[in-house]
């Protein structure tokens, strides 16, 4: 999560052209990265971004308190994307998602496994451990109350625990080098 100062965020409210595009650059790499984790591809991804990017220059004059902004963005983000799946889910059917269309820096293992998860457990799973952020944050951006969100969580992570138990028995284990190391 790349931190926006909180007077680039002022300054593009007040409508100039060229903060509001100095706040779009500076939102773009979390924009993107939330988009690809829950539309699961990189150029639908890259069209969602670009969609709530546009709708962030049309209305952030109508943001109420900069310290929202986060909130807000990602708001309009988790909406454009689940929108984009509904729309591709009415013109193809549902399809895996290729290892190809994976970003390659995360374990294939954990997309497969986010990729089996309903949206309702997906979206909060990426909020919180892609995004970092809290369950009253999650609350807020998907607007359903906070006792939710950690609800969703439990149930993501029994989902998740069976099907990454490899992965999170290893991390457990001493490992080698640390338990020889003088």
Known sequence: MIPIPVDLIESAKGGETEYVERLVIAIWPDAYRLALAIVGDRQGAEDVAQEAC???YRTIGSLRSTEAF????YRIVVREASEHKRRRSRLE?????????????????????LSGLPDHLRDVVVLRYFEDLSSRE???????PDGTVRFRLMI??????????EATDTATQPNEVTTHAV
């Open 93 to 113: 059917p549902v399809l895996a998602v290729a290892s190809e269309n994976v970003d390659q820096t995360a374990s294939i293992d954990i997309w497969r496994a």
């Open 70 to 73: 986060r909130s807000w963005f």
């Open 54 to 56: 546009i709708i962030l």
């Open 138 to 144: 999650i609350a807020s951006i998907l607007r359903i």
């Open 156 to 165: 993501a992570r029994r989902r998740l625990r069976p099907l990454l138990g």
